[in-house]
């Protein structure tokens, strides 16, 4: 992994915020990028679903399939519509990762955080191992550290790493290699990019 690649990606989509939002210059951002990240985080553990345990479908978001059926209607599921029919019309069809997406959505916070607190320095990948195998446990984990940097007076860049840290073990308890999240972060990066350009 290229942390430095990832920040000055990150610190270029900061900066394209601030031009299209320059009443956030100047001003305390650290607060809002904290909140985001805990939804952003919500909305990961949404996508693995394993904490349901009042569902039947705990099954991980992995691949959810859009397309616009023959009435021209979007339509989002978990099965493939190919399975479901034969000759069904199947425009714009794509198949997606919706918890791989949750989870890059909180790297870019997590690196625009980061960047709050003038992370400099290459991290240990060696430590960033942990023994917790469960899940549930890891992402209360990844929030409490996000709530620790928030109750700081003075955060530093060991609270980050200790938050990056966290994170890095849920992606991998979640099954991500490094490539796939830098993959997935980098077109979704693209794509706030391209939302800034439209006024999202």
Known sequence: MNLTKLFETQAALDEHIMQEHPELRGQNNLDWKLLALQVELGECANEWRGFKKWSKDQEPRTKLYTWINGIGECVESKNDPRMLAENLQLNAFRIKNSLLEEYVDCLHFILSIGLEFDVAEELDWDELTSDEK???????????????????????????????????????????????????????????????????
């Open 134 to 200: 469960d899940l549930t446990k890891q992402f209360q984990m990844v929030f409490a550290q996000v709530t620790d940097l928030n109750d700081c007076l003075f955060a530093t860049n060991e609270g980050w790493q200790e938050l990056f840290g966290e994170f890095y073990w849920l992606g991998t308890l979640l099954g991500f290699t490094w490539e796939q999240v830098e993959e997935a972060y980098y077109a979704k990066n693209k794509v706030n990019h391209e939302r800034q350009n439209v006024g999202y």
